[in-house]
């Protein structure tokens, strides 16, 4: 059985750092790509960040680019978001999910290609 499992949020001020977490079991990271989405209250869910299976390739949304880095540990079957520079505009739920695809940036940016979700974990960041 596939597993995703976030965490890592927290509650915190603008201007700082965090880093998400995302655990597989049931499923090996490294051969699929890993997606981290948002979800703020009354939107819909935003894309973040994505690395390729290979973990050669990232894409990040603007509105992150330079702050934030997505990353993989093969060792621990975990994806990792580093999210520097909070802005009160990143508060959401953060989800990560699996995509068995080509690396492809104009479709893991969707989140109907991705098979997998995770339950979320909330981040926070006042002003």
């Known amino acids: 059985q596939v597993q995703l499992v976030e965490s890592g949020g927290g509650f915190l001020q603008a201007g700082g750092s965090l880093r998400l977490s995302c655990a597989a079991s049931?499923?090996?990271?490294?051969?699929?790509?890993v997606g981290w989405f948002r979800r703020a209250p009354g939107k819909q869910h935003e894309f973040v960040a994505a690395?390729?299976?290979?973990?050669?390739?990232?894409t990040y949304d603007d509105s992150v680019k330079g702050r934030f880095t997505i990353s993989t540990d093969n060792a621990k079957n975990t994806v990792y978001l580093q999210m520097n520079g909070l802005k009160p505009e990143d508060t959401a739920v953060y989800y990560c999910?699996?995509?068995?695809?080509?690396?492809?940036?104009?479709?893991?940016?969707?989140?109907?290609?991705?098979?997998?979700w995770g339950q979320g974990t909330q981040v926070t960041v006042s002003s």
């Open positions: 049931g499923y090996i990271l490294s051969r699929v790509t």
């Open positions: 999910a699996t995509a068995n695809l080509m690396w492809d940036i104009t479709q893991v940016v969707k989140t109907r290609v991705y098979d997998y």
């Open positions: 690395i390729s299976r290979s973990g050669s390739s990232t």
